[in-house]
């Protein structure tokens, strides 16, 4: 059975870090493209950070670059967004996605709320 399930989500003062946590299990995870998706009220689902099953090749939405981290430990089935100098437009609920090419394979997990405000 297929399962992520994100944490390490909540408040956080502007300027401040969180390290979120997506920890899958019941797939071949070392062999699927991690990525970490958000979704504001009334906003569509956008890519926040994706990183390659091989090779640790890395890409960062515009909004988010310099500031966020992706990583994964292929040993503890994980992948970790690092997010610093954290702004109230980062407030939303952040998804982890894997994903693999042939065949067509994608999971999702349910989501952990980052709200930052003051």
């Known amino acids: 059975q297929v399962q992520i399930v994100e944490s390490g989500g909540g408040l956080v003062q502007p300027g401040g870090s969180l390290r979120l946590s997506c920890a899958a299990s019941?797939?071949?995870?070392?062999?699927?493209?991690m990525s970490w998706y958000r979704q504001a009220p009334g906003n569509e689902r956008e890519l926040v950070a994706g990183?390659?099953?091989?090779?640790?090749?890395?890409q960062y939405a515009d909004s988010v670059k310099g500031r966020f981290t992706i990583s994964r430990d292929n040993a503890k089935n994980t992948v970790y967004l690092q997010m610093n100098s954290l702004k109230p437009e980062d407030t939303a609920v952040y998804y982890c996605?894997?994903?693999?090419?042939?065949?067509?394979?994608?999971?999702w997990g349910q989501g952990t709320q980052v709200t930052v405000s003051s």
């Open positions: 996605n894997a994903a693999r090419r042939l065949p067509l394979t994608v999971y």
């Open positions: 019941g797939f071949t995870f070392s062999t699927y493209a």
């Open positions: 990183i390659a099953s091989v090779g640790g090749s890395r």
